[in-house]
């Protein structure tokens, strides 16, 4: 396996809290994403980074903002989480020698 | 507006049959598609590509077809197996510009029956 974690797995929160999801890599790859998934829409990106410190934004970033100081590690904050943010949310990497994009087991969060 | 689309929610298939699922995308920058296979609760994993200077990639029993003038592709299963049933997403990319960044569509729901 490529070795993508994301931490919580699940978490439930309240309207307004800030929430920050982690993913973390063990294989060194530059590009890293995060996503959205929700019924009816697929996959949706919310921001990516091509490098520490370079981040930009996706289609769906309103609400959202992301870290990475690391390579390994790319951060997701929700500053104020809303009902519309409650989403399984899932974490990739740019696997270039294979082309493709490798994804982590997602973090399903619910948002009251 | 979609870019890629998919536009059969789900399709039923008998073991053993043939599964074709299909993909129109609109943006004719787009050179790079995959396509993944989702299990409930876990993450999507990638199946099989193609680039666009190919109109055909077999992978065992997977094959994609790409027909650029119709902006179109197609994902065969042959044959059918019960533990194909996933939800299956196709992706496109133009690589040219952002790097790697995928755009996916709604899905569709395969169901192999025994």
């Known amino acids: 396996d490529a070795g993508i974690t994301q931490s919580p797995r699940h978490k439930v929160t309240e309207t307004g809290t800030p929430v920050t999801l982690r993913c973390h890599q063990t294989?060194?790859?530059?590009?890293m994403y995060w996503y959205r998934q929700d019924p009816g829409h697929g996959l949706r990106l919310i921001h990516y980074s091509y490098g520490v410190k370079d981040t930009d934004k996706g289609e769906v970033s309103d609400g959202y903002s992301v870290s990475r100081s690391k390579t390994e590690d790319f951060l997701l904050t929700l500053e104020s989480a809303t009902s519309s943010q409650t989403s399984v949310y899932f974490c990739a990497i740019w696997r270039g020698g294979f082309d493709e994009q490798f994804f982590g087991p997602g973090t399903r969060l619910t948002v009251l | 507006d979609q870019q890629v689309k998919q536009n059969s929610p789900s399709l039923s298939v008998q073991e053993g049959r043939i599964s074709i699922l299909n993909c129109d995308y609109t943006n004719s920058m787009f050179d790079y598609f995959l396509w993944y296979k989702k299990y409930p609760a876990e993450g999507p994993t990638f199946l099989i590509s193609?680039?666009?200077?190919?109109d055909k990639n077999e992978d065992g029993r997977f094959t994609v077809f790409l027909n650029k003038s119709a902006k179109h592709l197609s994902l065969h299963i042959v044959p059918s197996q019960p533990g194909d049933s996933a939800v299956y997403f196709c992706?496109?990319?133009?690589?040219?510009?952002?790097?790697?960044?995928?755009?996916f569509g709604k899905g569709t729901k395969l169901s192999v029956k025994p």
């Open positions: 193609i680039s666009s200077i190919k």
């Open positions: 992706a496109a990319s133009a690589r040219g510009g952002s790097q790697g960044n995928l755009i």
């Open positions: 294989e060194n790859h530059r590009y």
